[in-house]
């Protein structure tokens, strides 16, 4: 299951969620060696997953790597001091993208909701007269590409946020919130309408502009890809994504992947919940086993049925002494 340059995709992830980019990493590096890219930018770079496969790529090539992030974690830290090719930007992406210069490719993995969106496309696009770098946007597929979901939502303004839930659960099929989905930051607590996750800012954006391409590489949440189509790289950029956009089978293949993903964390969740219960019962048949009324109660059927009563302390203690099944770890 090893990537390009030996990478473990499970290394930080050991649920299999396969919520990075990493896992997109052979089609995505076709895409950058297509562009014959100098310079790539990656908003949203977090922990660095995947800013390690990008400077393995670009070491060979001499390109610059930036990565914007405005609460980096300490491994895209100490990835950014063991590599002075790496220019770490501790800035949220607008602020960022009023300044840098614009690479060759700005791949969007930042905060995933319509109004951040839908800014950062409007302002490269601006800067760009309208002929941006070859743009990838990350979670355009399911859970995000019809429902936000928000880092922090203060954040964002108030006239853009729509009403959300603190680490809500998300289900395939579902527009609500489901006890026990998949938990994600702050999601909507519906999905669908207008001006409603990523995809839906992406088609707007799309919508207000003249002369760019759009498809849909839809594996592991589903990217996007812009470009313009008089770029010098379109034809073949085309090319590369014909068996890609709109592939039904590739399509189910996500759908049946994101709906086991699903169902195994709910189960999951079920599973710790009835553990948890299991535990309290446990600690009150521990006090029951050490309490003199119990002791008691249970001489006193003895003598009362002349046998075995219906529960006894033995059959308490065997019951506790039963095997736990024990979850498996990804190897």
């Known amino acids: 299951m090893d990537l390009p340059f030996g990478l473990?995709?499970?290394?930080?992830d050991q649920g299999a969620w396969g919520a990075s980019l990493l896992n997109n990493a052979e089609v995505l590096l076709g895409f950058l060696d297509a562009v014959n890219a100098g310079s790539v930018a990656?908003?949203?770079?977090?922990?660095?997953?995947?800013?390690?496969l990008l400077l393995l790529w670009a070491k060979p090539r001499d390109a610059r790597i930036i990565a914007i992030d405005p609460s980096p974690h300490s491994r895209l830290e100490e990835l950014a001091n063991e590599h002075s090719e790496l220019e770490l930007i501790r800035e949220t992406?607008?602020?960022?993208?009023?300044?840098i210069p614009l690479p060759d490719v700005l791949?969007?993995?930042?905060?995933h909701n319509y109004f951040t969106v839908s800014e950062e496309l409007r302002r490269v696009h601006a800067r760009s007269?309208?002929?941006?770098?070859?743009?990838?946007?990350?979670?355009?597929?399911?859970?995000?590409?019809?429902?936000?979901?928000?880092?922090?939502p203060e954040q964002i303004p108030a006239e853009h946020r729509r009403p959300a839930v603190k680490e809500g659960g998300l289900y395939p099929g579902v527009r609500g919130i489901v006890p026990g989905g998949l938990p994600f930051d702050w999601p909507a607590t519906e999905e669908g309408g207008v001006r409603n996750g990523v995809l839906t800012a992406a088609?707007?954006?799309?919508?207000?502009?003249?002369?760019?391409e759009f498809a849909i590489v839809p594996t592991f949440f589903g990217v996007g890809v812009i470009w313009h189509r008089d770029a010098p790289?379109?034809?073949?950029?085309?090319?590369?994504?014909?068996?890609?956009?709109?592939?039904?089978l590739i399509e189910r293949l996500e759908r049946n992947r994101v709906l086991h993903l699903s169902s195994s964390y709910f189960q999951l969740s079920r599973y710790w919940q009835a553990h948890d219960r299991l535990r309290r019962i446990e600690k009150l048949l521990d006090r029951m086993l050490s309490s003199r009324a119990f002791w008691a109660a249970e001489m006193y059927l003895r003598l009362r049925q002349r046998g075995a009563p219906q529960f006894s302390r033995k059959q308490i203690r065997k019951l506790l002494e039963e095997p736990e099944l024990k979850e498996p770890t990804l190897s």
């Not at 990656?42 to 390690?52: K, L, M, P, Q, S």
């Not at 791949?107 to 905060?111: A, N």
């Not at 002929?131 to 922090?152: E, I, K, M, S, T």
Request: proline letters at 8%.
């Open 129 to 152: 007269d309208g002929r941006p770098p070859l743009l990838l946007l990350h979670d355009v597929c399911w859970p995000h590409g019809r429902r936000d979901d928000y880092f922090d």
């Open 8 to 12: 473990n995709p499970y290394e930080h």
């Open 203 to 212: 088609e707007d954006f799309l919508a207000s502009t003249q002369d760019l």
């Open 107 to 111: 791949i969007l993995d930042g905060d």
């Open 93 to 99: 992406s607008f602020q960022a993208l009023e300044h």
């Open 233 to 248: 790289y379109a034809s073949e950029l085309s090319a590369l994504l014909a068996p890609w956009d709109g592939n039904p």
């Open 42 to 52: 990656e908003v949203g770079a977090y922990a660095g997953d995947f800013t390690r």
